[in-house]
């Protein structure tokens, strides 16, 4: 089996398109290439990663494909469009003859609840399925209700929930977020990928048992047949390494057959994403 990150970011870091990069946040104030990454994925028994992007521009799309090109490992990019444009059929032509090109994702948690909801963005997302991509949700809890109606609208669309919408994992509460996926998971084509959680705890304090109840949720709710392990490297090293983000997931899954371990760990993110 191929072991594959499904989540992670690189970046030449620049202070004026990064700014959402906070003075708590300042180890992330340097570049992340994939050397870098490289010697993690290495280091944790990994074959490789699918890289997301950070940035809402088409020329982060182009730097991450390019970076796909030189680095084998780097097995898919899932790149930023603007979805809701009128040539939005234009760019999907010129980037999907790229081999490493599989799907858009646009950063919706800083956007209004209703934002995925909005026409042109729907109208968007239709023609996704005209080139063979898939679409990563970015959200809020507090989003999960708009994410829902906009899932339905997309029966056969492949979906997959990034950082588990992001529960408020430091103040331990459940029960709305919980009601969220639930729902959303009852779409056939969603997915969910396993990441972003220990951002979403104490960066400081955490402990694996506070993150038990979200895990428990999503397997719950999902599956390991639509679960994917992504380690949102760097941004997860604000409050964990990547060995630490590793561990969770691996020790959590303990319990799950070989074959399920397996689907988690890298066979979800090859079939979802066509790797």
């Known amino acids: ?11 030449r870091y620049d202070a004026e ?15 992340f290439m994939p050397p870098d990454l490289e ?3 290495e280091r944790n028994g990994f074959d490789g990663c ?4 950070a940035d809402q521009s088409e020329q982060e799309t182009q730097f991450l494909l390019e970076l796909a090109d030189a680095y084998p490992f780097i097995k898919g990019v899932v790149g930023w469009l603007d979805i809701g444009a009128k040539n939005l059929e234009e760019r999907l032509a010129h980037y999907a003859p790229n081999p490493a090109f599989k799907g858009l994702r646009h950063i919706v948690q800083d956007e209004p609840d209703d934002f995925l909801l909005r026409d042109d963005f729907m109208d968007g997302i239709d023609l996704l399925a005209d080139y063979d991509l ?33 529960p408020r994992i430091e103040e331990a509460k ?26 979403e705890a104490d960066w400081q304090q955490w402990q694996a048992d506070d993150l038990k109840p ?9 599956g390991p047949e639509r679960l994917m392990f992504g380690s949102d490297w760097p941004v997860c090293t604000v409050a964990a390494s990547y060995a630490e983000v590793t561990a969770v997931t691996m020790d959590y899954i303990t319990s799950l057959s070989q074959k399920q371990q397996a689907m988690v760990l890298g066979e979800n993110a090859q079939a979802f994403y066509d790797l």
């Open 39 to 41: 010697k993690e994925l």
């Open 174 to 199: 459940i029960d709305q977020w919980e009601d969220g996926i639930r729902a959303l998971a009852e779409h056939p084509e969603m997915y969910c990928k396993i990441s972003g959680l220990v951002t």
């Open 1 to 11: 089996m191929q072991k594959i990150d499904a989540h992670q970011h690189f970046w």
């Open 50 to 53: 699918v890289a997301v992007q």
């Open 134 to 166: 898939t679409y990563d949700i970015l959200i809020y809890e507090n989003q999960l209700p708009a994410a829902i109606e906009f899932a339905e609208q997309f029966p056969d669309q492949p979906f997959v929930l990034d950082h588990i919408a992001k």
């Open 17 to 31: 398109t990064d700014g959402w990069i906070t003075d708590e946040m300042k180890v992330l104030r340097r570049d």
């Open 214 to 222: 979200y895990l428990d949720v999503v397997l719950d709710s999902f």
